[in-house]
Every structure is written in structure tokens, then in C-alpha cells.
């Protein structure tokens, strides 16, 4: 609860004129001081009542490519059954507000505001919580309360379509891609049957133990591979504009559209951060989303200040082997380890990098690599749609 400067004047009036009418036997300024403190007692009660409100969002849409429209719509209603709502209500939308009618709303009815969410900029745009300001007629007091969940809005990087998508060591016999994502004899995991799956697949020890059908999943390791690692280290994209790295924007977007042409050509992909990955998002039923995608990943991924991560993450790639076809995708400051990243060719047949921002271009033949230089994620796709041997 936040008293005005009315209400503040008002109540050291009151204690004043107190004080005087009994320190000098006043009794007009006895009652006018009990006047005022009755007023500023009354302000604080009035201000205290908590309307019983409903707030609820729907994002149109919820996930949305950069400089697309996006909408949000609020709706507001009073479930109470006795007064009107005579209130201040504003919302937040990212970095700013958006304010809300909701002066007079009667009991059981709702008042609904629709507004644009900025898609500007890549990133997870948080919207709400509904600032509710509560005032009494005479505004000497005001109380703000918070109603409703925030709602994400995720901002993704723009997609620019690439014609080719590298296919590694990883194939077929026939020399085709084997696009077949299951059937081989190399064991995964074990899930639950499902209506459908094959019985001999069923693996009947592990379903008398558990109680529940249990079926063998298996995966064809002739699949290529292709793991894609981004350089988000604060050290690698140098040059800031307002706040925004232009270089590690363009790496997203490049990362963006690799990502979506492989799952069109139904290649596995598997998405890296060199720096750690994004902090979890709150849902509007209070849960973080654990298992966000990779388009959302690019739109929580932030810069981050860890220096060593390129070589901590070359490190677990190369003991791992998570493919055969690796892109790593850096800034004008990530040139400096691509030497860390030129010693996984043995565990890589199969090894590109894209460099964003830089000012002049990476000398060609560093670290026998296939490099391409861009100044953005449109130019990258026209440079990567050129390159003839991966």
C-alpha cells in the first residue's frame, strides 16, 4: 500500500492540528485533525478492498519468426457480486505498458483489450502480470496488485531457406540418404507400447518386471548426423548497436535455417550453445517448459561471458561423437578457435564454419575448413547454397 503526496500532507496536517488543539485547549482544531486522520483512515480501508477479478490471455500466435506480427488479446472480468470495479489496470508487455479499461466494470461482466506484441527483436517476450491500481475518491491512498500469470511470447529468429543440407559419412549402401529413422538392429532405449508396434519387438523380460509392455526402440546408425554449435560467448561478438549484437543475431538466424532444412530432409540435428543453455521459461501454470525446442532455444539464447566454452565444448565433442557433419557458427571474435575446432575434423569427416560480422574474411584454407563468411543470415544462405563440397 503507497500513500500520495495528498494523503501524506493530509496526515501530517492531522497530527499537527491534534497536537495544537490539545496542547492549547482548541477544540475546532481537535475536530479538524480527527476530521483529516478519519479521512486518511477511510482511504486506506477503501484502498484495501481486493476485487475479485479474472484475468486471462491468449497469444495469437505464441510463437512467432522476427518482424512478423503478433497480437495478444486480455480479457477482464469481475466475479464479484456486489460492486463495480472502479479501477486503474495496466499491462505489461516486455518493456512497456499497456493500460486496460476497466473503470466501472460491473459485477459479472468483462472488458477485453487486444494490442500488439513488438516482434522487433529475437527473444522471449514476457506479457503481464496485470498491474491493478486500487484509489479511493480521494486519492490519498493507492494500493497496486498483481493479477493473472505472465504469458511468453517467443520471438524466433528468421528462417532464410537453404537449398542443400550436408549429409556427411552417414549413408546407405545404394548411396542414397537413408531416411528411415528406425528398423535397424542398433539398440536405443526402451518405451511403452503404444497401439501398433510390432510384437516381436516387445522386450518381454523388461514387461514382466515393470507390469506394463515394454517395447526395444531402435535407431539406424547410418542416419547422418548433423550437430550444430553456436557460439554465444560475449567475447565472440565484439560489436554492439543499442545493446544488440548484430553478428550473434545473424548466427541464429543462420542456425534457424539449418535447423528447419534438416527437419525437412528428415535429417537428424542435434543444437549446441557453446556458453550453457537458456534459463527455463514460466508457463502460465507456473512450471518451467524443460523440454523447450530448438527455435525456442535460439529465442531464449543469450550472450554469455564464459571464455573457454569453445574449448570445453570441442572437448565433449570430440569424446562423444554426437555426428559426422559439425557447423559451428561464430563472430568476428570466434575466429581464434577455429583452430580448436579444425582438430575434431578426425571425429568429423565433415566440418563447416560460418563467421558473422567479421570485417575482412577469414583467410580461405584456415584449419582445413570449409569457412563461410557473411555479413548476415540472408547473405549466409545465398553463400551456403554455393558451396560444393563439405
Known amino acids: 500500500m503507497g500513500i500520495t503526496a495528498r494523503g501524506v500532507g493530509l496526515l501530517v496536517a492531522a497530527v499537527v492540528l491534534l497536537a495544537a488543539g490539545f496542547r492549547f485547549a482548541y477544540p475546532e482544531l481537535t475536530l479538524l485533525g480527527a476530521a483529516a486522520g478519519a479521512a486518511v483512515g477511510y482511504a486506506a480501508l477503501v484502498a484495501a478492498w481486493r476485487p475479485r477479478l479474472a484475468v486471462t490471455r491468449r497469444a495469437d500466435p505464441d510463437r512467432v519468426a522476427r518482424g512478423e506480427p503478433a497480437s495478444m488479446t486480455l480479457t477482464v472480468r469481475n466475479t464479484g457480486r456486489l460492486r463495480s470495479a472502479n479501477l486503474l489496470a495496466e499491462d505489461r508487455c516486455g518493456e512497456r505498458t499497456v493500460p486496460v479499461p476497466v473503470l466501472r466494470l460491473r459485477p459479472g461482466r468483462d472488458t477485453e483489450v487486444r494490442y500488439d506484441v513488438p516482434t522487433d527483436r529475437r527473444g ?25 500469470a505472465t504469458v511468453p511470447v517467443w520471438v524466433h529468429p528468421r528462417v532464410h531457406p537453404l537449398a542443400a543440407v550436408p549429409t556427411g559419412a552417414g549413408r ?61 560467448r560475449v567475447a565472440a561478438h565484439p560489436g554492439r548497436v543499442g545493446g544488440v549484437a548484430e553478428s550473434f543475431e545473424s548466427a541464429c538466424e543462420a542456425a534457424a535455417s539449418i535447423v ?23 508457463t502460465p501454470d507456473g512450471e518451467g517448459d524443460g523440454a523447450l525446442g530448438p527455435l525456442d532455444r535460439l529465442a531464449a539464447a543469450e550472450l554469455s561471458g564464459d571464455g573457454a566454452a569453445v574449448r570445453a565444448a570441442t572437448t565433449r565433442l570430440r569424446q562423444d561423437r554426437l555426428g559426422d557433419t559439425l557447423i559451428f557458427l561464430t563472430g568476428p571474435g570466434g575466429r581464434e578457435e577455429l583452430g580448436h575446432v579444425g582438430a575434431l575434423r578426425g571425429a568429423y569427416p565433415s566440418v563447416v564454419v560460418g563467421v558473422f560480422g567479421a570485417a575482412e574474411p577469414t583467410p580461405p584454407g584456415t584449419a582445413g575448413l570449409v569457412v563461410v563468411d557473411a555479413a548476415d543470415g540472408a547473405q549466409f544462405a545465398a553463400e551456403w547454397d554455393g558451396v560444393r563440397r563439405w
Not at 260 to 282: F, I
Open 172 to 232: 546407405s549402401l545404394d548411396g542414397r540418404v537413408d531416411g528411415v529413422p528406425h528398423g535397424s538392429i542398433t539398440f536405443d532405449s526402451l518405451r511403452e507400447y503404444v497401439v501398433g508396434d510390432e510384437l516381436r519387438r516387445v522386450h518381454w523380460r523388461t514387461s514382466a518386471r515393470v507390469g506394463e509392455l515394454m517395447v526395444r526402440e531402435n535407431v539406424d546408425t547410418s542416419l547422418p548426423r548433423l550437430v550444430v554449435l553456436l557460439d554465444n
Open 124 to 148: 522471449v517476450v514476457p506479457v503481464g502480470p496485470l498491474r491493478v491500481t486500487r484509489r479511493d475518491p480521494l486519492g490519498l491512498v493507492a494500493l497496486a496488485r498483481p493479477y493473472g
Open 260 to 282: 528447419t532444412a534438416a527437419h525437412r530432409a528428415d535429417l537428424p540435428v542435434l543444437l549446441l550453445l557453446a556458453a550453457g543453455e537458456p534459463a527455463q521459461v514460466t
